[in-house]
C-alpha cells in the first residue's frame, strides 16, 4: 500500500491521485505555498513538494512527470 507523502497515511487504490511519481490523497495534493488543489501531471514540484504552476512555480524549475 502506498504512502501518502504529505500525511504519511495508506492511500487506497481507489481513491489515489498519482502525481511526480508519488500516491496522494486527492486533499492532500495541494500546493505547498497557497494551498490550492492540484490536478495530477498539471502542477510543478519543487524537492518532492507539489506546487501550482502559476503563479507559485517558479520558471525555469522542470517538473519530474514531464520525464
Ligand atoms: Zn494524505
Ligand atoms: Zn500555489
Redesign the pocket.
Known amino acids: 500500500m502506498p504512502e ?1 507523502p ?2 504519511q ?1 495508506e ?1 487506497y487504490f481507489a481513491e489515489r491521485k498519482t502525481s511526480i511519481g508519488k500516491d ?2 486527492p ?2 495534493l495541494k500546493c505547498g505555498k497557497c494551498g490550492k488543489t492540484l490536478t495530477p501531471g498539471s502542477h510543478s514540484e519543487h524537492e518532492g513538494t507539489p506546487y501550482c504552476t502559476k503563479p507559485c512555480g517558479t520558471s525555469g524549475e522542470k517538473a519530474n512527470y514531464e520525464k
Open positions: 501518502c504529505k500525511c497515511k492511500v496522494w490523497h486533499g492532500c
